[in-house]
């Protein structure tokens, strides 16, 4: 008490030894407590985390497709798209005359979440809006971590070869099918830490042509 009073009386007196041990101990026991009291807070958190219910997958069989019956389901390759103008039949409608003549009542209907494992493994969650728009993703678990000092960057080199070209479809094929799908601004990859995830934003009715391509750019990629 005594050195505090004096060290506050005469600033450049430096503390004694004993006293300036003595605040070191007092702050490395706060700072250890503190350690233990948000490890506990983890440790908590974690095991009110772990109870929750874990979905149940349910199994899906494979099912062998003809490889040209699927090519054949893929739009037709053209350059460009140039089609005969067709005539507005609603040109001289007005914003007070409904162009439903039989309007259908809507049917609301709640989301429903689904899982699905296939036989090699590969995890599926769908949950269907009743959209008419669809968006798929695939996760691929390859991220930045799992590399070596022998591959540094491959995930980031993985993510620019995606939608590019594979056992079946060329680059510019590939190109050219998400565009007349409508997804070719939509398509992405991004390589994270923890995984790598292939997107599309796409009209529900061509999710069965989306998702081999999307499965090619993995699997078997060129």
């Known amino acids: 008490f005594g ?3 004096l060290r506050a009386a005469s600033p450049c007196l430096p503390l004694p030894l004993s006293v300036r041990r003595q605040a070191l101990f007092g ?3 706060r700072a250890q407590c503190t350690a233990s009291r948000l490890h506990s807070i983890a440790f908590s958190s974690a095991r009110s985390a772990s109870t929750l219910p874990v979905p149940t997958f349910a199994p899906v069989k ?3 497709e003809d490889v040209e019956k699927v090519m054949q389901e893929l739009p037709a390759f053209n350059f460009y798209e140039m089609r005969e103008p067709v005539p507005n039949p609603y040109k001289d409608s007005t914003l007070d005359r409904s162009i ?3 309007a259908p009542a809507p049917v609301i209907t709640a989301p429903k979440t689904e899982f699905s494992v296939l036989e090699n493994g590969l995890k599926v969650v769908s949950i269907d809006k009743a959209g008419l728009t ?3 993703g695939l996760h691929v678990s390859a991220g930045s971590r799992f590399e070596t000092s022998a591959n540094f960057g491959v995930s980031d080199m993985v993510a620019m070869m ?3 070209s594979t056992a079946h479809l060329s680059n510019l094929r590939t190109v050219k099918t998400l565009e007349q799908l409508g997804a070719n601004s939509t398509a ?3 390589a994270g830490r923890e995984e790598i995830v292939y997107s599309v934003d796409i009209a529900r009715e061509f999710v069965p042509l989306v998702v ?3 499965v090619g750019n993995v699997l078997f990629p060129r």
């Open 3 to 5: 050195s505090s009073l």
């Open 62 to 64: 494979f099912q062998k």
């Open 134 to 136: 669809a968006r798929l």
């Open 27 to 29: 702050t490395m026991m």
């Open 100 to 102: 439903l003549l039989d």
């Open 188 to 190: 992405s990859c991004k």
């Open 162 to 164: 995606a939608y590019t």
């Open 212 to 214: 081999p391509l999307m």
